[in-house]
């Protein structure tokens, strides 16, 4: 499968950064433009195709909900933002996930995961390897890289996960719906064997 192309909607200059950031870092997304009012991204999208845009409320001229009523056939949407009371509102419009501001990589990957997903993105591609060999987690607020090929087992401590390595363990507050969305399928290269995902 093809990688996702998205757009970025949003005026402030920070939250662009991060975005930009943090799909750079996942392989399946193509970056293709970023727009500060909805009018810009509206023209765009008149003579571009996309698959997934990220869209921020609050935006100059015209508000990102506003917008998102006025497209037709839209691709999916992942709404950022730093109001939770529009959260209803996005998911009536069928908005793939909400992302409260501000939010980590591994929240920002489970919900382009949902995107991918969506689309299909459980057949193996080459442009997907990458992706499948690791994950990222949040350990004592720094951003660790495990290997799926080093796991040994997972753990589910209530609201934390402790994922057991062949070289060390690690601790992340994180839900087991959470954990489980970015392993692989068993089967994929890098597949975990989740017999030894235990519960306590």
């Known amino acids: 499968m093809s990688n996702l192309r ?14 930009s950031d943090y799909i750079s870092q996942v ?7 970023t727009f500060k009012n ?33 497209l037709r056939n ?9 109001y939770h009371q529009y959260a209803v509102e996005g998911f009536n419009l069928n908005v793939t996930d909400y992302l409260l501001k501000p939010f980590d990589f591994e929240r920002f990957l489970t919900a382009v995961t949902k995107v991918r997903t969506a689309q299909g993105g459980k057949q193996k591609s080459d442009d997907t390897e990458g992706m499948r060999g690791y994950i990222f987690v949040n350990v004592q607020k720094k951003k660790v890289k ?5 796991i040994a087992y997972i753990e589910s401590q ?3 996960i402790k994922i057991v390595t062949t070289k060390k363990e690690y ?3 994180m839900s087991t719906h959470e954990i489980e969305s ?12 989740l017999d030894y995902f235990r519960r306590v």
Not at 50 to 70: E, S, V, W, Y
Not at 74 to 82: E, F, L, R, S
């Open 6 to 19: 998205c757009i970025i909607i949003e005026d402030e200059p920070l939250a662009v950064k991060v975005l």
């Open 27 to 33: 392989p399946f997304l193509e970056l293709r433009g």
């Open 38 to 70: 909805a009018f810009l991204a509206a023209d765009y999208l008149q003579e571009q195709s996309i698959d997934l845009l990220f869209l921020d409320i609050h935006l100059p001229k015209l508000k990102g909900m506003a917008f998102l009523k006025t």
């Open 74 to 82: 839209p691709p999916a949407v992942i709404v950022t933002t730093a």
């Open 146 to 150: 495990i290997l799926f090929s080093e």
């Open 158 to 160: 209530r609201e934390y």
């Open 171 to 173: 601790t992340s507050k």
């Open 182 to 193: 970015l392993l692989p399928a068993n089967g994929d290269r890098y597949s975990v064997n």
